[in-house]
């Protein structure tokens, strides 16, 4: 399983950005797919998760709730995050993740989760 996450970049508060996670090497459509973030001096934290198959349930950590949306392809094997009206405190490295067994009690650990990407950083300025 291969997850690789692209998109970050510089941007200014209240900018927006659009992240991707290819995934290679698994039956896309079985994985529970989220994105964490780590920014430096902290712990890895949740951000968003999404469910199997369609995608029809989806979980936001409070501080992104309005401003952050998931989605998926399974005909690409893609996740996405829309990013919008970003803030300086949003600035980390973005990590996307991946797991076929993840029960919902479990989402929000990163420790859940068998399959992570690289990272992509994502910076905004204020």
């Known amino acids: 399983v291969q997850l690789q996450a692209f998109g970050g970049g510089l941007v200014q508060a209240g900018d927006s950005l659009r992240l991707s996670c290819a995934a290679s090497?698994?039956?896309?459509?079985?994985?529970?797919m989220a994105w964490f973030r780590q920014a430096p001096g902290k712990e890895r934290e949740f951000v968003v998760a999404?469910?199997?198959?369609?995608?029809?349930?989806?979980w936001y950590e409070d501080s992104v709730k309005g401003r952050f949306t998931i989605s998926r392809d399974n005909a690409k094997s893609m996740v996405s995050l829309q990013m919008n009206s970003l803030k300086p405190e949003d600035t980390a490295v973005y990590y996307c993740?991946?797991?076929?067994?993840?029960?919902?009690?479990?989402?929000?650990?990163?420790?859940?989760?068998?399959?992570w990407g690289r990272g992509t950083q994502v910076t905004v300025s204020s």
């Open positions: 999404i469910s199997r198959g369609g995608g029809g349930n989806t």
């Open positions: 993740a991946a797991d076929e067994r993840l029960i919902i009690s479990s989402l929000r650990r990163a420790s859940a989760y068998d399959y």
């Open positions: 090497g698994l039956t896309f459509s079985r994985f529970v």
